[in-house]
């Protein structure tokens, strides 16, 4: 039996579509690859903000401290950088309010930079699982493996070089 | 972060993995409660019995020589595994102790959240590396997850142990009245912590698991109360006069009081047992069972313990000290953490909750690598604020015996409550002992 002209188009429709819809799947994966990264890069840079909020309420609390404090009691307490731990120094009871309230807004940061934290990680998390399900549907293994080199460059890039734009 | 063999394409079991992954983990975990507000001893506990269940049970089905335990619990339903299909068990177990870790520790602040997230990444990308079946990867992280999910459903249905880092402190508590009973204590009077965590569901002690009655109260100088206290006493002085330097080693090296330096008293058992996985090498099936037994263990001996504590309510050392015994300048020399004060446990003194935490711990590590079980613990090697020097022993009973003793010359409690905590911890390792754990 001699394939007819419209058996002929079919055909090549269908591997036309195959390889659109492999291609359409691998520029997906690095999509969402991406954006799995910056979401990570958004952590880094909330656990830098953290840092900077800690170190700028450590300097404050520094001078604060009156000099009778101990040298070692001092030292514990801007070791912990983290306001439920430093209220139980019997010194920084003695602190005036400027510095508390300095605290406490270090806490309420800290508080809602960590909430962030939290929902970019539930993100995240979904992106992840996405980008491995399409994987496993990819049809070959070597197409699989290009595009997990791929993945791995774009989580290997520095957050310096990650868009910022969706 | 290692693995005992490079070919994770084989069909593993979880016998024959190294158990660094759960190590990790838990040590990850300790320093988490550390930091995150509100997790005092009896419910740092709660969480760390909860995450090492969920581990084990997520991990069950490849541990040949273990079963499942959920069958103790009758409305636990984890689901069996796809026996057709294999899994990947440290991936298993990585995404179930980051499900976990964010489910019992919802407010953990941004430090801890990001180790959290770190410590997910680099054992996920470790894993993943070698794993190549990526339908393998799926199906072990979905069981992870799972697992994790469903116990801690079943953790929310437990009212006053849920969230209960959240209520530290119950402002209606009014602590009841009379002579030999508890109140808040010298300097600080801070209010009773946790009063109704008796109310806690427990995984094995029931509330028939309670301790002999304690002294009677008396005033009277020859009364065994009053020698108790005056041994706890004079212990406290002479350590502040320079002496007894084992004393006050022992006193230091067990307090784990102080978050601002170290974890709880329910946390350096989990460090503990750690260090015992690393001195044994043992495989991951071993430590994920030494981690669920040690964990279930330290939190019924908290709920037991504090039900036992605010049903007895007797009084500390310290107001016996100054109401009777007249030394009203007289305090503890709990804990040497540079805050400039020294306190008394805010809550009743017998049984004493370190001592049964330890017990509980030693009981059911006892039960798992012997009686004789040479050991030192370098948990608190290197501190600069305390004295951390490891100390060695023969046995876990020995250390549990040292620890609740540790009590009595940092001027927290009289003989019998360390004693009474002791017998305690006992009989909620025991209960523990008794599960149906292996096959």
């Avoid at chain 2, 430090?111 to 997230?117: E, F, G, R, T």
């Avoid at chain 2, 697992?147 to 849920?162: N, Q």
């Avoid at chain 2, 804990?335 to 030693?362: E, I, L, M, V």
């Avoid at chain 2, 006892?366 to 050991?375: H, L, M, T, V």
Wanted: with cysteine; net charge negative.
């Amino acid at each position: 039996m001699k394939p007819t002209v419209f058996g002929l188009m079919l055909i090549s429709f269908v591997l036309f579509s195959c390889q659109t819809q492999e291609g359409e799947d691998k520029e997906e994966v690095l999509l969402l690859t991406e954006q799995s990264r910056k979401i990570e890069c958004q952590m880094e840079a909330l656990e830098a903000q953290s840092e900077q909020v800690w170190d700028k309420t450590n300097s404050a609390l520094e001078k604060a401290l009156p000099d009778d404090v101990e040298a070692y009691e001092k030292s514990n307490m801007l070791k912990v950088r983290n306001a439920d731990l430093i209220r139980m120094f019997e010194s920084y009871h003695k602190l005036g309010d400027p510095i508390k309230v300095k605290v406490d807004l270090a806490e309420k940061m800290d508080f809602a930079m960590a909430d962030s934290m939290r929902v970019l990680q539930t993100k995240q998390k979904r992106l992840i699982d996405s980008v491995r399900t399409l994987l496993i549907n990819m049809p070959s293994d070597e197409q699989r493996d290009v595009v997990k080199e791929k993945i791995k460059h774009i989580q290997n890039t520095a957050c310096t070089k990650i868009s910022d734009h969706d | 972060m290692d693995t005992i063999d490079d070919d994770p394409s084989e069909d593993l079991s979880a016998e024959e993995l190294d158990f660094d992954i759960a190590r990790d983990w838990m040590d990850l975990q300790i320093e988490v409660e550390r930091f995150t507000p509100g997790y005092r001893p009896p419910t740092a506990a709660r969480s760390l019995a909860y995450t090492t269940l969920a581990a084990y049970e997520s991990v069950a089905p490849g541990m040949p020589s273990y079963r499942s335990i959920q069958t103790e619990f009758d409305v636990l339903d984890i689901p069996e595994i796809d026996t057709e299909e294999r899994y990947n068990w440290e991936i298993v177990l990585n995404a179930c102790y980051s499900e976990c870790l964010g489910y019992f520790y919802p407010t953990a602040p941004t430090a801890q959240q990001s180790s959290i997230l770190q410590m997910e990444r680099a054992w996920r990308r470790l894993l993943e590396e070698k794993e190549t079946d990526l339908a393998v990867v799926e199906r072990s992280i979905e069981r992870g997850r799972e697992v994790a999910r469903i116990i801690y459903e079943w953790s929310v249905t437990d009212e006053a142990g849920h969230e209960s880092y959240l209520r530290n402190a119950d402002p209606n508590y009014e602590p009841p009245e009379g002579p030999g009973m508890w109140s808040p204590t010298y300097p600080d009077f801070s209010p009773a912590l946790f009063p109704h965590f008796g109310d806690v569901r427990t995984f094995a002690a029931n509330s028939d698991v309670r301790v002999d009655p304690p002294l009677e109260y008396s005033e009277e100088p020859t009364s065994q109360i009053y020698v108790q206290a005056l041994e706890t006493m004079n212990m406290v002085n002479e350590i502040k006069e320079g002496g007894r330097f084992e004393d006050r080693w022992i006193a230091e090296f067990w307090s784990d009081d102080c978050p601002i330096l170290t974890f709880t008293p329910a946390g350096r058992w989990i460090r503990i047992t750690s260090q015992v996985l690393e001195s044994d090498r043992v495989n991951l099936a071993k430590a994920l069972y030494s981690y669920a037994k040690v964990g279930i263990a330290l939190s019924d001996a908290g709920v037991r313990c504090w039900d036992e504590k605010y049903r007895i309510n007797y009084l500390r050392p310290i107001d016996y000290i100054h109401k009777v015994m007249g030394e009203t300048d007289w305090n503890s020399i709990m804990c040497p953490d540079g805050s400039g004060q020294y306190f008394t446990p805010n809550f009743p003194s017998y049984p004493s909750g370190h001592a049964t935490f330890a017990a509980a711990a030693a009981e059911v590590l006892r039960d798992i690598y012997g009686n004789y079980f040479p050991f030192t613990d370098r948990c608190h090697e290197g501190r600069s604020e305390f004295i951390g020097t490891p100390r060695s022993y023969n046995s876990f009973e020995e250390m549990a015996e040292e620890n609740g003793y540790s009590r009595i010359p940092l001027g927290v409690h009289f003989r019998m409550d360390s004693e009474a905590g002791i017998d305690l911890g006992r009989k909620v390792g025991r209960e523990v002992n008794k599960m149906k754990w292996h096959n």
